[in-house]
């Protein structure tokens, strides 16, 4: 049997990890596994329950048999199904975002999408990305990388991205977000955002998309 290649991919928001992770994924006929999306999931179903978010307690009590929670390929591109329904568009508002990152610091909630991550890997090549694969859910990744960029050069991105797309945004504001977020992020109790120790760290602030890809695919390729 051929061994299965296990690439981690780990770094803040708004460091390009899913845009960068997608290509090199492509490139190298890889799956790509976007663990925010499970999390995301998770938070809209419990938005969609009525569920206080910030209370630990309810999230819990949302996790219930019924509860289904499905990663699914459909045309290459990963879909997340909640209790049968598509709601890969839905789970990319920023209510879900929100939500998200609330029910993510919920221990249970993290144990509770730990073997779906965890078997995904197992059968497949791939490459996942998300806050502590390389840390703690594929300690054992053939590639670890922590991908990361200043808060001023990821923050000038979303701008960018934002006011591409028409919406109306303050650059001051994006990066007090952005510095938020990444403080919530590293300093949670549990699986918080780190470098793991044998992870390489990739630096993209002076790099730009096609640079950042080629630099993954490099190091990837340098240690499979
Ligand atoms: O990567 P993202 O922005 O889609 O992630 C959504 C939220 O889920 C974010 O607040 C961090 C959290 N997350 C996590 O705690 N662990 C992961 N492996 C992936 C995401």
Sequence with gaps: MKKIINVAIDGPAGAGKSTIAKAAAAKLGFIYIDTGAL???????????????????????????????????????????????????????????????????????????????????????????????GTVVLPDADVKIFLTATPEARAKRRYLELTEKGIDAKYEDVLADMIERDYNDSHREIAPLKQAEDAVLADTSELDLQQSIDLIINLIEGKI
């Design 39 to 133: 999390y995301r999931t998770v938070g809209v179903n419990a938005l969609r329950k009525g569920i206080d978010v910030k209370n630990s307690a309810a999230v819990v009590a949302s996790l219930t048999d019924e509860l289904k929670i499905e990663l699914k390929f459909i045309d290459g591109e990963q879909r997340m199904f909640l209790c049968g329904e598509d709601v890969s568009k839905e789970i990319r508002t920023p209510d879900a975002s929100m939500a998200a990152s609330a029910v993510s610091a919920v221990p249970e909630v993290r144990k509770y999408l730990f073997d779906l991550q965890k078997n995904l890997a197992k059968s497949n090549n791939c490459i996942m990305d998300g806050r502590d694969i």
